[in-house]
């Protein structure tokens, strides 16, 4: 990827049957695309199923993951330098499976912008 183009990634966060926000977050990369000079990784977490993160014995914060979906999910967010976060509103809060997958990995988001789509 040439340096001069940011990879830009863009999280839906919904999981539940009837969501909407899968719809958005490719509307939002059609619109990054057409900006130009974006790599656009479009994340759905529907499709990751990542597990809780209990099931790791260490603490995020020494990157020492065990289980390979651990490992492959810090190694896509690692490779963005940005995100957009597509995410409803669940009970006056944002969805478990958003939470999950940003405590499962702890390194990787540091000093990376955030923009939220709700």
Not at 52 to 73: C, S, V
């Amino acid at each position: 990827m040439p340096v001069d183009v940011l990879k830009l990634g863009i999280i839906v966060a919904s999981i539940r049957h009837g969501r909407v926000g899968d719809k958005v977050g490719t509307w939002i990369g059609e619109a990054a695309r057409q900006h130009g000079g974006l790599d656009i990784d479009l994340i759905d977490l529907a499709e990751l199923d990542l597990p809780a993160n209990t099931k790791e014995p260490n603490h995020p914060a020494t990157g020492e993951y065990l289980h390979d979906y651990t490992k492959k999910w810090g190694a896509r967010v690692a490779s963005c330098q940005a995100f957009v976060i597509v995410t409803p509103e669940y009970n006056h809060g944002y969805p478990a499976s958003l939470k999950n997958a940003l405590d499962l990995v702890n390194k990787e988001w540091w000093y990376k912008p955030v923009g939220f789509a709700s």
